[in-house]
């Protein structure tokens, strides 16, 4: 099959929700916005959801290691999930 063919095929897959592409079967709520620090989020409301959850996604690897300093980001990595006072076991 053509790119092409395939392309057209894979864009009626999907629809935007507040500029957000998403699958055509998801109902879900989609906002995008930007945190004053420049932290970009994306708020998802879905009604019949019983709980909540929250995730992060931390753009950098190995690759950003400074030269002198090897396995960086794989500390770093590990020090956010540390758990804390209020949570120690987390």
């Not at 392309?7 to 004053?36: C, H, I, M, W």
């Not at 931390?58 to 590990?78: K, L, N, Q, T, Y």
Request: proline content about 7%; hydrophobic content about 45%.
């Amino acid at each position: 099959m053509a790119l092409a063919a395939v392309t057209a095929l894979n864009a009626g897959a999907f629809k935007l929700s507040n500029g957000v592409q998403v699958p055509l079967v998801d109902s879900r709520e989609y906002l995008p916005f930007t945190l004053p620090n420049g932290l970009r989020v994306i708020a998802v409301s879905d009604r019949d959801a019983e709980t909540s959850a929250a995730a992060l996604e931390v753009s950098v690897g190995c690759w950003s290691d400074p030269p002198e300093i090897a396995g960086m980001a794989h500390f770093v990595e590990h020090m956010c999930f540390l758990g804390t006072e209020t949570y120690p076991n987390e």
